[in-house]
């Protein structure tokens, strides 16, 4: 047995009280010789054992009494009969991702959920701390009212969430509150794509509740995709769809409808187009509804405009000029003398497109350019080691020969790749500096598949005018925002400020980077794809999945219900110990009457 109040306990010392009268009465007793009362001391004489009997049982009565309230006083808890449940602190992990969404009995899955949820709550007592905690990671504390009304209020989240961390994070509550009780309740729809690694909550009891039967059918949009994000000013929308069987679909950019049909599972949609719209432009790729909405609609985003014009040096390499040969014959670039294509030692002027020297002898030249230039970055020392390129699209690229690039004072701009740990790309405004020579002998860059695809993307979104980076980003996920922007433009209109470390908002839809009143960029919202797979993990791989000890998952809710607050045999003791309180002084009450009578009578 252990106690939440233990001060209280000293209030066990008040039994000195009635052990004190009853020993004074007695010696008091033995003193008083008064003509009144010897008529009385006559009697008493008479029934000396009778009286010493009824003090003693009054005296014990009284001590009894007294430590009865002492003990509920001090709040016990223990394994005996009690009222109610141990002080708990219960976390309520609510699965509003996307998929919850899905219409189940005619209405979302997300009503019933929070229902279950509410019923969580209710059974909590004023002795309880709850908190609210939602896959997009908000957590709800305070009053119970206060958690109530977050339950009520809980919205579908767009995206996928990360459950995992909301149960840790909700385990991590209780055990701070450092409560008697910790329990973490989780109501989910049990999605195989969300339950995909086992989660533990140390010795925090986890109860799981998950629905029966099968997921709904669903189709959904999984890609919808701008081929290349620069259209000048033609390009190609692509999509797919998961179906299993066919659905109508509708593409469209801005108002304008670029194609409707059938679209059938596993099939690609491809539609070529040449809008006379400029600039960034918002599109979307549409199925008809079923019962999960949120899936129907994907969005994509495209700038459209002239095609930049580029001048490749002839010292910056053969591999160079072939690889703008070809964008120039699918009309991504043209030839001009806007952009510079150039080793860094010959380049005279912004933007362009800046190579580290072939000739180590030519590294002064190549960093006096860019001091010239006004640029913050220089070549540091060549090293010739084989060595990892990291990055976005740099998958398997090696560097033999590189210069690592010496951020300066006051640098700023993205670094776009690694080598060595040293930055080997890096972009800013109106320049991308690489750090090796295009060169078979220095990098293996310019023999990758992916160098001209990557050579485009890096001439319409860091060097061309106005066109800046095409983002894509999950609802609320981190996301790194390109230097140089500062606002980020809603479908509303409305423009929030942007800072470095800013997440993508957590409505789907496209949004567009700022740089001062100018569309820079977008940021393409939309949900995970595999989100829209409702496949459900049966009860026993689930079971498998949580490794907490006697940890209960289950699809009877009334089973579930029973869970809450169900930590063990230990129940509060305070009630039965006021009513022993109050049942020895009611007989302490009844025997003083009981000899008042017998006095009277005599």
């Known amino acids: ?70 003990f509920a006083a001090a709040r016990p808890i223990g394994a005996f009969f009690g009222a109610g449940h141990v002080p708990s602190a219960l976390a309520i992990v609510l699965d509003n991702s996307l998929s919850t969404s899905a219409i189940v009995n005619g209405q979302p899955l997300l009503a019933t959920l929070r229902e279950r949820a509410l019923e969580a709550a209710n059974a909590a007592s004023r002795n309880d701390r709850v908190w609210l905690v939602t896959v997009d990671g908000t957590v709800t504390g305070g009053s119970l009212d206060a958690v109530r009304q977050a339950i009520t209020r809980t919205d579908v989240h767009p995206g996928r969430g990360d459950l995992a961390n909301a149960i840790t994070r909700g385990a991590g509550l209780v055990v701070g509150s450092g409560m008697e009780g910790r329990q973490v309740v989780v109501a989910t729809d049990a999605q195989a794509s ?98 999960l909405r949120a899936d129907d609609t994907r969005f994509f985003a495209v700038w459209l405009g002239a095609a930049p014009l580029v001048r490749p040096e002839p010292t910056a390499g053969p591999f160079l000029r072939t690889a703008v040969d070809a964008l120039v014959q699918d009309a991504r670039v043209a030839l001009g003398g806007d952009i510079a294509l150039a080793p860094a030692d010959g380049a005279v002027r912004l933007p362009a497109l800046l190579l580290a020297p072939a000739d180590p ?50 640098a700023t701009g993205d670094t776009l790749a690694t080598a060595g740990g040293a930055p080997w790309i890096v972009a800013g405004d109106g320049f991308v500096i690489i750090g090796s020579p295009l060169d078979p002998a220095a990098t293996d860059l310019p023999l990758r598949a992916s160098f001209v695809p990557w050579l485009g993307d890096i001439i319409a979104q860091r060097l061309a005018g106005t066109a800046s980076a095409d983002l894509q980003a999950a609802p609320g996920a981190a996301m790194r925002v390109p230097s140089g922007t500062d606002g980020l433009e809603g479908p509303d209109g409305q423009v929030t400020p942007l800072t470095a470390s800013s997440n993508a908002p957590s409505r789907a839809g496209v949004y567009f980077l700022r740089r001062g009143t100018a569309r820079v960029g977008a940021l393409v919202v939309n949900a995970e794809p595999e989100e829209s797979d409702l496949a ?36 509060p003791l305070q009630l039965p110990l006021i009513l022993l309180a109050l049942a020895l002084l009611a007989a302490e009450t009844l025997v003083v009457r009981r000899d008042e009578r017998r006095r009277s009578a005599a």
């Open 536 to 571: 459900r993990l049966p009860l026993a791989t689930l079971r498998d999945r949580v490794r907490t000890r006697d940890a209960l998952v289950t699809a009877d809710a009334a089973e579930w219900r029973r869970s809450l607050f169900n930590l063990g045999a230990r129940r």
């Open 1 to 70: 047995m252990s106690f939440l109040a233990p001060l209280y306990l000293m209030l066990a010392g008040a039994v000195a009280i009635p052990l004190f009268l009853h020993l004074r009465r007695r010696r008091i007793e033995n003193k008083v010789d008064f003509p009144a009362v010897r008529y009385l001391e006559r009697a008493e004489k008479e029934n000396v054992r009778q009286l010493k009997v009824r003090n003693l049982l009054l005296m014990f009565l009284r001590i009894a009494a007294v430590l009865a309230i002492a």
């Open 194 to 291: 969300t339950w995909n690694a086992p989660i533990a909550t140390g010795d925090v009891r986890l109860s799981v509740l998950a629905p029966a039967g099968e997921a709904p059918r669903n189709r959904a949009v999984v890609l919808a995709e701008a081929r290349p994000s620069r259209w000048t000013p033609r390009g190609t929308v692509v999509a797919r769809a998961q179906l299993s069987d066919s659905a109508t679909y509708r593409i469209a950019l801005g108002e304008r409808t670029l194609a409707r049909g059938t679209a059938r599972g596993g099939e690609d949609l491809t539609v070529r187009a040449a809008p006379p719209e400029r600039g960034w432009q918002a599109g979307v790729v549409e199925l008809e509804p079923d019962e």
């Open 361 to 410: 002898t030519r590294l002064g030249a190549a960093n006096r350019t860019l001091e010239r230039l006004g640029l913050p970055w220089r070549f540091g020392a060549p090293r010739r080691d084989e060595t990892a390129v990291r990055g976005d699209k740099f998958d398997g690229v090696r560097a033999t020969l590189r210069y690592p690039l010496e951020a300066q004072t006051g």
